[in-house]
């Protein structure tokens, strides 16, 4: 098993940045791609993005790509979300997430319990 603890989340202003982490532990070598999505109040789940261990990178959308930057040391078997210019539309729980197959949005097997994101205006 992968067990995936968040941190990094908070209350950040409009404009501001925000950096999350997310740790891996146990059977880490069977990682293929870890990442990030959301959740924000009243709607569905978003793909954020991901990184496989080779450095491969996805996002959810050109959006998010122009703001958020992801990033990963295979050698801790952590993933980070650098997120910048931020804006209330990001308020949301983060989830990291990994997959043992591959980086598309149905593949994550292993879950965080989330970290809570808040933008004020």
């Known amino acids: 098993q992968v067990q995936l603890i968040e941190s990094g989340g908070g209350l950040v202003q409009a404009g501001g940045s925000l950096r999350l982490s997310c740790a891996a532990s146990g059977r880490t070598v069977r990682i293929y791609a870890m990442g990030w999505l959301r959740q924000a109040p009243g709607k569905g789940r978003e793909f954020v993005g991901a990184?496989?261990?080779?450095?491969?990178?996805?996002y959810g959308s050109d959006s998010l790509k122009g703001r958020f930057t992801i990033s990963r040391d295979n050698a801790e078997n952590t993933v980070y979300l650098q997120m910048n210019s931020v804006k209330p539309e990001d308020t949301a729980v983060y989830y990291c997430a990994a997959s043992d197959t591959g980086i598309t949005v149905t593949n994550y097997q292993y879950w965080g319990q989330g970290t809570q994101v808040t933008v004020s205006a």
């Open positions: 990184m496989t261990r080779s450095g491969v990178r996805t």
